[in-house]
C-alpha cells in the first residue's frame, strides 16, 4: 500500500544533541513537508521541498535542518540550537494542492527532550 | 503572516444532532480548502476538499465556502460518538503549502 513512513514513533533527546526524524513515502508525490504541533495549536510548517534537491524554510525553520536527496524521503534534523524541541512532528506530501488533494501525512513523531 | 481562524471549542453535540464547524481565513487569495479530523495522538486525515462556492457534500459531510465573506464551514449529519475529535481547517498558501488552524474539539454525546 502506498504511504507515508515516519519514524521512530517517539524519540527521546538529551539537551545539546542532534536528532534525525525519517520520512519516507512511496506515493511519487513531488512535494513534502515538515509540521510541528504543540498541544493545542495547530499545525506550524517548518520546512517544504516542491522537487528533489530543493526545500525552503517555512514559519518556524530556526533550529531545523533538512535534505531532499531523493523523492522518496526528507529526513528532518532537530539541532542543539531548536531551545525547545519537545512537539509532535508530522511529515506530509502532496501531489498538487489546487487540484483538491491535500496532503497525505505520515503517522508522527512525538519528540521530547529529557 | 496568513492566519485561519476556528473556535477552539468543544463543541458538544449530542448524538444525531447536525455539527456545525467554522472557519476563517486572512488570504483573499487562498483558492482550496481542506477539512482534516484528528483524533487524540495521531495524524490528521483529510475528510473534505472545497475550492468553489457553494456547498460540496460527501455523505454525512457538507463543506461550504464562501470566498466573498473568507468563511469555510463544515456540517455533519447524524453526528456519531466516533466523530469525537478535532477538526482542523487548512487553507492554501502561495507556494503550494497549507496553513493550519488550531483546530476546534468536537464531543458527540451518546
Known amino acids: 500500500d502506498g504511504g507515508i513512513t515516519q519514524s521512530p514513533k517517539y524519540l527521546f533527546r538529551k539537551e545539546g544533541q542532534n536528532v534525525t526524524l525519517s520520512c519516507e513515502q512511496n506515493?511519487?508525490?513531488?512535494?513534502m513537508y515538515w509540521y510541528r504541533q504543540d498541544p493545542g495549536q495547530g499545525l506550524r510548517l517548518i520546512y517544504y521541498?516542491?522537487?528533489?534537491?530543493?526545500?525552503q524554510k517555512g514559519d518556524i525553520a530556526e533550529g531545523y535542518s533538512v535534505s531532499r536527496e531523493k523523492k522518496e524521503s526528507f529526513p528532518l534534523t532537530v539541532t542543539s540550537a531548536q531551545k525547545n524541541p519537545t512537539a509532535f512532528y508530522l511529515c506530509?506530501?502532496?501531489?498538487?494542492?489546487?487540484?483538491?488533494?491535500?496532503?497525505?501525512f505520515g503517522s508522527g513523531t512525538r519528540l521530547t527532550v529529557v | 503572516q496568513k492566519e485561519v481562524e476556528q473556535n477552539s471549542g468543544p463543541l458538544s453535540v449530542p448524538e444525531g444532532a447536525i455539527a456545525s464547524l467554522n472557519c476563517t481565513y486572512s488570504?483573499?487569495?487562498?483558492?482550496?480548502f481542506f477539512w482534516y479530523r484528528q483524533y487524540s495522538g495521531k495524524s490528521p486525515e483529510l475528510i473534505m476538499s472545497?475550492?468553489?462556492?457553494g456547498d460540496k457534500e460527501d455523505g454525512r459531510f457538507t463543506a461550504q465556502l464562501n470566498k466573498a465573506s473568507q468563511y469555510v464551514s463544515l456540517l455533519i449529519r447524524d453526528s456519531q460518538p466516533s466523530d469525537s475529535a478535532t477538526y482542523l481547517c487548512?487553507?492554501?498558501?502561495?507556494?503550494?503549502?497549507?496553513?493550519f488552524g488550531a483546530g476546534t474539539i468536537l464531543r458527540v454525546k451518546s
Open positions: 488570504d483573499r487569495g487562498s483558492q482550496s
Open positions: 521541498s516542491q522537487i528533489v534537491n530543493d526545500f
Open positions: 472545497i475550492y468553489s462556492n
Open positions: 487548512a487553507v492554501t498558501e502561495y507556494g503550494n503549502k497549507l496553513v
Open positions: 506515493l511519487n508525490h513531488d512535494a
Open positions: 506530509a506530501s502532496s501531489d498538487g494542492l489546487g487540484a483538491g488533494y491535500g496532503y497525505t
